[in-house]
C-alpha cells in the first residue's frame, strides 16, 4: 500500500504545440516535470497514487493538433488511469481502483435522466480536472465514481488502467447502439486503440458477425483472433471500393444485406466516408472517433433507409465494474494490447504514438 506524499510530481503541459497562419511556423509543444503540493482533499475526495495512465489519442490531440483543453495549461495531460487510494475517506483508503475518464457532475438534467456520460459540468483528470492529470505520481479525485478492482489475478494494475477509457468507451458505444446478440456489426479502424475493444465487446455482448475494417495488415489479423468474423484491409481504397467488397463478402457468406450496426472509431474523414456509405437500410451509424472534419452527406438517404446516425461520449461510472468483469473473466483481452513504459519517457512516447498509432496501446508507469 501506498503511502501519503509531501508533494506530487507531474508531467505538465507547459504549453501545446502552436501553428502561426501567417508564418507557418508552429512552435513545439513543451513538458515539464514539477512538483505540485499535495491539495487539502475535500470531503468526498480521495488522493490516488498513480499505478498507470494510457496515452490516449486525446492526449495528443491537446498536445499536437491545437485541441482546447478546459483547464488551460500548464497543466497534467492524462485521463486513463489506475492505482491506489492512499489518503481520503476512510471507506476508500487501501483501495486499487480505476478513475473513470468522465467523471459526471451527479446534479444536472442530463445527470437525472440518464445521459450523465454527456454532462456538461463533468471531470476529465487531464482536461477539466484543475491542473491535475494522470501524467502524475498522484492525483485528488471525486471517490463517488471510483472502480474498485478486486481479484485481477496476474494482470497488473497498471494494464487496468486502459479500463478507464480505451475498454469503456466501446461498451457506452455499444449501449448507444442497443447492441443485442445477433447483431450484425461493422468496426470501421478495429486495429486501433478504441477499436479493437469495440471487436471484442460487441463479440462478448452477443454480435452474430462483426466485420472489422483497418488499413493496417498486421491488426487486421490480430481482429480476427480477438472478436472480427471477416476483415477487409482498406488501405488505398476509396469508400466506394471498401462498400464493394462489403457488399461481396456479404453474398459470398450469406450475411443479410440490412440491419447493420456501423461503428466508425478512426475519426478520420476517410473512415467516416467508408461508414456513411456502408450505412444502409434499417442501419445504424455510432460515430465514436471524433475529427473536425466535414463530410457532404445527403441526409435524404436516412429517410429512405429507415437509417440513424448517433453520437456517444465516454461511458457513465455505472458501467465500469461490468467492464471490469468482462476483462477479469477474459472476456475481454487487454494484455495483447498494452504495453509500459516509464512516465519519464513521456516526450518520447508522445512523439512515437504521434507517429503512428502503436500496435499496443502505451501505460506510462510514475519513476519521474
Ligand atoms: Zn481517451
Ligand atoms: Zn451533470
Not at 50 to 62: E, F, K, N, S
Not at 157 to 164: E, N, Y
Not at 197 to 222: F, P
Not at 252 to 271: Q, Y
Request: net charge neutral.
Amino acid at each position: 500500500m501506498g503511502t501519503v506524499p509531501d508533494k506530487i510530481w507531474t508531467w505538465r503541459m507547459v504549453q501545446p504545440t502552436t501553428f502561426n497562419k501567417e508564418t507557418k511556423e508552429s512552435t513545439p509543444g513543451k513538458l515539464e516535470k514539477e512538483q505540485i503540493p499535495v491539495p487539502e482533499l475535500q470531503p468526498g475526495e480521495v488522493l490516488v497514487e498513480i499505478a498507470g495512465c494510457g496515452v490516449c489519442h486525446t492526449d495528443l490531440g491537446y498536445f499536437y493538433d491545437g485541441v482546447p483543453t478546459v483547464s488551460k495549461p500548464p497543466l497534467a495531460l492524462g485521463h486513463e488511469i489506475s492505482g491506489t487510494v492512499v489518503a481520503g475517506d476512510s471507506a476508500w483508503v487501501g483501495k486499487e481502483v480505476i478513475v473513470p475518464a468522465v467523471m459526471p457532475c451527479r446534479k444536472c438534467i442530463l445527470c437525472k435522466t440518464g445521459r450523465g456520460n454527456r454532462c456538461l459540468d463533468q471531470k476529465m483528470p487531464g482536461n477539466s480536472l484543475g491542473v491535475y492529470g494522470g501524467f502524475s505520481s498522484h492525483i485528488p479525485v471525486p471517490c463517488i465514481d471510483l472502480c474498485e478492482v478486486k481479484g485481477r489475478g496476474n494482470i497488473p494494475l497498471a494494464h487496468l488502467a486502459v479500463v478507464a477509457d480505451a475498454a469503456t468507451t466501446p461498451f457506452q458505444a455499444a449501449k448507444r447502439a442497443s447492441l443485442q446478440p445477433g447483431d450484425n456489426v461493422i468496426i470501421v479502424g478495429i486495429g486501433g486503440g478504441v477499436g479493437q475493444y469495440m471487436g471484442q465487446i460487441a463479440k462478448a455482448l452477443g454480435a452474430a458477425t462483426v466485420v472489422g475494417i483497418e488499413v493496417d495488415e498486421e491488426k487486421l489479423k490480430r481482429a480476427l483472433q480477438f472478436g472480427a468474423d471477416y476483415v477487409i484491409n482498406a488501405k488505398g481504397k476509396d469508400a466506394g471500393a471498401v462498400s464493394k467488397e462489403f457488399r461481396g463478402l456479404c453474398k459470398e457468406k450469406g450475411l443479410p444485406a440490412t440491419g447493420w450496426k456501423i461503428f466508425e472509431i478512426t475519426g478520420a474523414k476517410g473512415g467516416q466516408e467508408v461508414a456513411l456509405t456502408l450505412l444502409s437500410f434499417t442501419g445504424k451509424l455510432i460515430v465514436v472517433g471524433f475529427s473536425m472534419a466535414k463530410i457532404e452527406y445527403a441526409i435524404g438517404r436516412l429517410m429512405a433507409f429507415d437509417a440513424e446516425i448517433i453520437g456517444t461520449w465516454g461511458c457513465l461510472p455505472e458501467h465500469y465494474p461490468v467492464v471490469l468483469d468482462m476483462v477479469l473473466e477474459g472476456r475481454i483481452n487487454i494484455e495483447e494490447f498494452v504495453q509500459t513504459r516509464p512516465m519519464s519517457s513521456i516526450a518520447e512516447a508522445f512523439a512515437e504514438a504521434h507517429k503512428a498509432p502503436p500496435l499496443k496501446r502505451i501505460v506510462l508507469t510514475p519513476d519521474f
